[in-house]
T-cell receptor
Framework: DAKTTQPTSMDCAEGRAANLPCNHSTISGNEYVYWYRQIHSQGPQYIIHGLKNNETNEMASLIITEDRKSSTLILPHATLRDTAVYYCIVRVGAGGSYIPTFGRGTSLIVHP | GAVVSQHPSWVICKSGTSVKIECRSLDFQATTMFWYRQFPKQSLMLMATSNEGSKATYEQGVEKDKFLINHASLTLSTLTVTSAHPEDSSFYIC????????????FGPGTRLTVL
């Protein structure tokens, strides 16, 4: 799996958009970008994933650059409950075998 | 999404005893289950991968005789920490994957192990 680089920490005001970047410059053509988050003392929670196109669901939006070397997770209206560590993972998608490894992620703190 | 449960959610044990942690996929059959360990302020570290009906594959540095993994059915995997010591105190998280769900990985809520 391609390695990813994320900022160690970020903060955001409640109600504002949180934009979390991820660099994955060595991503391969068949590798997807996945985002998970982990609230303190809980298991990771899937947020969103994408291959080339931008994706949106009820939790977040994922913007992937045209060269696919970086992406941004957007939480459009952050709340205090969005305070968590966010992990960007690049891996082969459906049908492929992979070793799911996590980097250090970005610790997002949403403040009032 | 699919639900993965873990039991117990937390456990305190004496040094030298063994502890079993269960991981269940509640609404899907998990061909593959993963066990992770997470120390305070650190990321998840993959310990082992288990496929139903076969032996687990352990990551480098993880003692297979200390961390016994059994994946006897498509909905249950267990991790037994044998002869636990204080340095085994950690947050243990399992995840499960079914081939029919686009290789998506669903995580359990974790088990906090404290060894006194």
């Amino acid at each position: 799996d391609a390695k990813t680089t994320q900022p160690t920490s970020m903060d955001c005001a409640e109600g504002r958009a949180a934009n979390l970047p991820c660099n994955h410059s060595t991503i391969s053509g068949n590798e997807y970008v996945y985002w998970y988050r982990q609230i303190h003392s809980q298991g990771p929670q899937y947020i969103i994933h994408g291959l080339k196109n931008n994706e949106t669901n009820e939790m977040a939006s994922l913007i992937i650059t045209e060269d696919r070397k970086s992406s941004t997770l957007i939480l459009p209206h952050a709340t205090l409950r969005d305070t968590a560590v966010y992990y960007c993972i690049v891996r082969v998608g459906a049908g492929g075998s992979y070793i799911p490894t996590f980097g250090r992620g970005t610790s997002l703190i949403v403040h009032p | 999404g699919a639900v993965v449960s873990q039991h117990p959610s937390w456990v305190i044990c004496k040094s030298g005893t063994s502890v079993k942690i269960e991981c269940r996929s509640l609404d899907f059959q998990a061909t593959t289950m993963f066990w992770y360990r997470q120390f305070p302020k650190q990321s998840l570290m993959l310990m082992a991968t288990s496929n139903e009906g076969s032996k687990a594959t352990y990551e480098q540095g993880v003692e297979k005789d200390k961390f016994l993994i059994n994946h006897a059915s498509l909905t249950l995997s267990t991790l037994t920490v044998t002869s636990a010591h204080p340095e085994d105190s950690s947050f243990y998280i399992c995840s499960a994957r079914a081939d029919g769900l686009a290789a998506e990985q669903f995580f359990g809520p974790g088990t906090r192990l404290t060894v006194l």
